[in-house]
């Protein structure tokens, strides 16, 4: 199986519309880039806060460039905070989304269908998927090392770059498992997804 899987962690993170910059930050607001975390998206200066029937979740980062549509990328922690139910859902199927309202520094916006937990996934590129007879679609298991190492399973194949594997979890998983900075694993099985 393959041995050089790289990991990921990602903390709590809203993707948002230009309408939503717009209505939250201000009028003709754009996103200030901190840093990348891909070829075009970027963590940016801004953060939100999201409020839900009992609570809220202050510091979410606003990720850019702008989407097409809303989705706040939470902790499960977060779930029972806020009094939502926790929906995990591969990233940009919101249709069961829990209803949240988001506020910046120019108010709040009642947004329905924009909060999950994000499902865990591997990127693979074709070169590597055909290499190893996995794809898109496909749910693998990934195991990582160390004093609490952990078999990951449940873990859904989703494209990527050609030469890379990167499996992404949220950080809530990566500390349950001990894992600190730069992290491989391994793709232990594949299931066909049904």
């Not at 201000?26 to 029937?53: C, D, N, W």
């Not at 606003?62 to 989407?67: D, K, L, T, Y």
């Not at 749910?139 to 990527?160: K, L, P």
Request: net charge negative; with cysteine.
């Amino acid at each position: 199986m393959r041995t050089d899987v790289e990991v990921s962690m990602s903390n709590r993170h809203a993707h948002l519309t230009a309408e939503l910059v717009e209505a939250l930050f201000g009028e003709g607001y754009e996103l200030h880039e901190m840093r990348k975390v891909g070829v075009r998206e970027f963590a940016s200066q801004e953060t939100i806060t999201a409020y839900g029937p009992k609570g809220k979740v202050a510091d979410i980062r606003v990720m850019g460039p702008p989407r097409s549509y809303c989705q706040i990328e939470l902790l499960m922690g977060d779930t029972y905070k806020l009094g939502i139910e926790a929906v995990l859902c591969d990233s940009g199927h919101v249709d069961n989304a829990a209803d949240l309202v988001l506020e910046g520094p120019a108010g709040k916006v009642a947004v329905p269908h924009c909060g999950i937990v994000a499902r865990r996934h591997l990127h693979l590129g074709q070169v590597v998927a055909d290499q190893y007879e996995v794809k898109v679609g496909d749910i693998v298991s990934v195991r990582v090392g160390g004093e609490r190492g952990v078999i990951f399973n449940n873990v859904i194949v989703r494209s990527g770059r050609s030469d890379r594997c990167k499996f992404h979890i949220d950080v809530e998983e990566g500390n349950a498992a001990g894992l600190r900075g730069v992290t491989r694993g391994e793709i232990v099985s594949i299931d066909e997804r049904s």
